[in-house]
């Protein structure tokens, strides 16, 4: 049997105690409240009649400042013109920047609710598992930075491209951020190139085990920690090398939870990056690295947080340290009886040598491309044999397209511009 409400209660006994049918105490008891609440019921009853049954809130907005229709019915169709793809977090914060509408982000995902479209991320609560135990915030800013690299469909055409970032370990601060074709050392060492110019070089880096980072061992995987670590020190990587002339210590992650800050960074990015470059017409490395400021004032701005103490960690590079040689790539070679050398399967001359057993130092970066030092001077290398891919070159992705940009200024003379 269905119980009956007490709007259906107070329907039925007041008007008998207006008529003198019960009493007040009766009535108390059948609507469930004290007596000297019923008897101000039954006094309203007499004054106002059946209309006393009536919610004075019908009729009326609940909430008074609640957003114009046609702000709401905007918000809808450019959700719906975008395809739908962005989160609703994502487009509440991004609909002031971009499309100029000054509204909350409860205004929105209200919006989108009542439209009854779903957010892509909308998911069943699942059964909650053990997650691995947070490690504490470091007290300082520029005391520990964790950097890692991922690769993405940030443009969203099918073609994967790697980004490689650093965020500070007390601040979340995202202090740089880059992309290129592959991970390799040089997008890292453009990375801290950029860190350097902001001046948030820190003590210390996490990071994993790669080889960016640190010699690996044929028997790696029968090397306990130490003896993986003492193997590094005797072959040391360039970005180790970097470090000791910097100051900076490296400290090497056991697991991706380790450094679980800059995986879920990551997972933020992956999430935001794509919608927002396809509004901004962002579709190449080139636009996106131009970018990376604007990226990083924007994670900043969301997702920074305030460092236990004031007072900063970062250190200064020495003044007599040429950056854009430090962060570079280098090899030395030496030319043969002929007086070219070779760099990963192909042959190049520099004007004015014709002999063998000169060592030559090359120079590899983002922001200097190929560059040859010899007698204390950048020289010309003229490229002979013509670039090319070769099935088991030794020559990286990174590698052959800084090398084509290059030989791109000059290709009338087929030489390296240096």
């Given at each position: 049997m269905k119980r009956p409400n007490l709007l259906e209660l107070k329907k039925k006994y007041i008007p008998l105690r207006a008529a003198g049918k019960i009493t007040n105490k009766e009535l108390a008891y059948y609507l469930h409240m004290t007596v000297q609440h019923s008897s101000v019921l039954v006094s309203r009853y007499k004054k106002e009649g059946e209309s006393c049954f009536i919610n004075g809130h019908t009729g009326l907005h609940y909430n008074p400042n609640r957003a114009k229709q046609e702000i709401r019915d905007k918000i809808v169709q450019l959700y719906k013109e975008e395809g739908c793809i962005a989160t609703f977090a994502n487009f509440a914060r991004d609909i002031k920047d971009f499309y100029h509408i000054n509204c909350s982000a409860r205004v929105v995902v209200s919006a989108l609710k009542e439209a009854g479209i779903k957010s892509p991320k909308a998911r069943k609560t699942q059964p909650t598992k053990a997650s691995h135990r947070p490690r504490p915030e470091r007290k300082h800013k520029g005391s520990l930075v964790q950097?890692?690299?991922?690769?993405?469909?940030?443009f969203m055409d099918g073609t994967k491209v790697t980004a490689v970032g650093a965020i500070d370990d007390a601040s979340h601060s995202l202090l740089g951020i880059h992309f290129s074709i592959a991970e390799s050392r040089m997008s890292y060492f453009e990375l801290f190139h950029q860190m350097a110019e902001k001046h948030v070089l820190p003590e210390s880096f996490y990071t994993d085990w790669s080889r960016n980072f640190i010699s690996v061992a044929r028997n790696n995987a029968k090397m306990s920690v130490e003896e993986r670590i003492e193997y590094a020190k005797d072959h040391k990587t360039e970005y180790m090398k970097i470090c000791e002339k910097l100051g900076i210590?490296?400290?090497?992650?056991?697991?991706?939870?380790?450094?679980?800050?800059?995986?879920r960074m990551w997972q933020t990015l992956q999430l935001n990056l794509p919608i927002m470059f396809k509004r901004r017409g962002i579709d190449t490395i080139e636009k996106a690295n131009k970018a990376a400021s604007w990226i990083c004032e924007w994670w900043n701005k969301y997702f920074s947080i305030d460092p236990l103490e004031e007072e900063e960690r970062y250190i200064t590079p020495p003044s007599d340290i040429d950056l854009e040689d430090l962060f570079s790539v280098h090899k030395e070679v030496t030319t043969r009886h002929d007086g070219i050398f070779s760099y990963c399967e192909h042959d190049f001359k520099i004007d004015g040598l014709s002999w063998g057993g000169e060592k030559i130092n090359l120079s590899i970066s983002y922001r200097n491309g190929f560059r040859v030092f010899w007698h204390n001077s950048w020289r010309r290398a003229k490229l002979l044999d013509g670039l090319q891919r070769t099935y088991g070159d030794t020559l990286s992705n990174t590698e052959y397209e800084l090398l084509a940009k290059t030989l791109d200024a000059d290709m009338h003379t087929n030489c390296v511009c240096v």
């Open positions: 950097i890692d690299g991922t690769p993405y469909d940030f210590k490296t400290i090497f992650a056991l697991s991706p939870e380790a450094k679980g800050r800059v995986e």
